[in-house]
């Protein structure tokens, strides 16, 4: 059974910054694209970023590119969000998914596998 663990998430200031990781069992991680997504109250699930199998390709939505890094280690089964200069519109849950078959990472339906989110709060 595949299971997506995401941790990190709090509540901090405007400005600051937190790092967010997502630990995966129950599956090859390194044979799996994964992704970042945040849902705010009322909101879509909206893409943040994505990093291919190996690592080598990584995208971001344009309201976090140059602050929002994602990063994995496929021999410790996690993948990382480490966020930067953080705004109080970035307040969300945070998500991590997996997905082994895919054309488009920037839309939640390409992945098979969720977690059950962490939240981030950023006050001003």
């Known amino acids: 059974q595949v299971h997506l663990v995401e941790s990190g998430g709090g509540l901090v200031q405007a400005g600051a910054s937190l790092r967010l990781s997502c630990a995966a069992s129950?599956?090859?991680?390194?044979?799996?694209?994964m992704g970042w997504f945040r849902q705010a109250p009322g909101k879509d699930r909206e893409f943040v970023a994505h990093?291919?199998?190996?690592?080598?390709?990584?995208a971001y939505a344009d309201s976090v590119k140059g602050r929002f890094t994602i990063f994995r280690d496929n021999a410790k089964n996690t993948v990382w969000l480490q966020m930067n200069s953080l705004k109080p519109e970035d307040t969300a849950n945070y998500y991590c998914?997996?997905?082994?078959?895919?054309?488009?990472?920037?839309?939640?339906?390409?992945?098979?596998?969720w977690g059950q989110g962490t939240q981030v709060t950023v006050s001003t």
């Open positions: 129950g599956l090859t991680f390194g044979s799996y694209a």
């Open positions: 990093i291919t199998e190996n690592g080598m390709e990584t």
């Open positions: 998914a997996a997905t082994q078959f895919y054309s488009n990472l920037h839309y939640p339906l390409e992945y098979e596998f």
